[in-house]
């Protein structure tokens, strides 16, 4: 498996205050992305990278910003935290377009 | 916009018993469809399937695509309790920077002893 790694592995925070989670990776990999998942929802995409300062947004980005100054680094900031925003987020890269994703084991976000 | 549906949400059965789990999508600039199985935290990849009616089989398990009907079906024979997870179908939309993979609710399979 890739060598993903998600920080925190879980967090409570309050409504209003800022957060960040951070994705490493080990593999090198050019595609890096952010997702959520909800009961009811399954996993939806918040934002991907498909390269060192290149971003793009996904399905459900409003709320959120990414940041991506290294190849190995993907990070996700709630500017303002919201109730809504609790969720179990995962991170996961990609080698190629056609190719398939690896996860990383997920952070437990509680908005409060 | 892009839509996935899999079915059944959830499903109980015994050890032994072998297992149909269904997906059907609409994805735009589609160009292939993963499953994954997610147990406790990470989803772990388990197919890709890209060209249709050629099937993909690893030990009990087994899927297929049919990308004239727009669906796609993980069989699993055999069951096992460790086989109790969570299987999650992902067509992958090809447009724009990158691929994007667009996740089914999943289905919820669990084998008693």
Known sequence: DAGITQS??????????????????????RYMYWYRQD???GLRLIHYSYGVKDTDKGEVSDGYSVSRSKTEDFLLTLESATSSQTSVYFCATGQGR?????????????VL | EDKVVQSPLSLVVHEGDTV??????EVTNFRSLLWYKQEKKAPTFLFMLTSSGIEKK???LSSIL????????LNITATQTGDSAIYLCAPMNYGGATNKLIFGTGTLLAVQP
């Not at chain 1, 879980?10 to 990999?29: F, I």
């Not at chain 1, 056609?98 to 509680?110: V, Y």
């Not at chain 2, 049919?66 to 079906?73: G, P």
């Open chain 1, 39 to 41: 009961p009811g929802h």
């Open chain 2, 20 to 25: 149909t789990l269904n997906c059907s999508y």
């Open chain 2, 66 to 73: 049919d990308k004239k009907e727009l669906f796609s079906i």
């Open chain 1, 8 to 29: 925190p592995r879980h967090k409570v925070t309050e409504t209003g205050t800022p957060v960040t989670l951070r994705c490493h990776q080990t593999e090198n990999h």
């Open chain 2, 58 to 60: 690893s030990g009990r």
């Open chain 1, 98 to 110: 056609n190719e398939k994703l690896f996860f990383g084991s997920g952070t437990q976000l509680s």
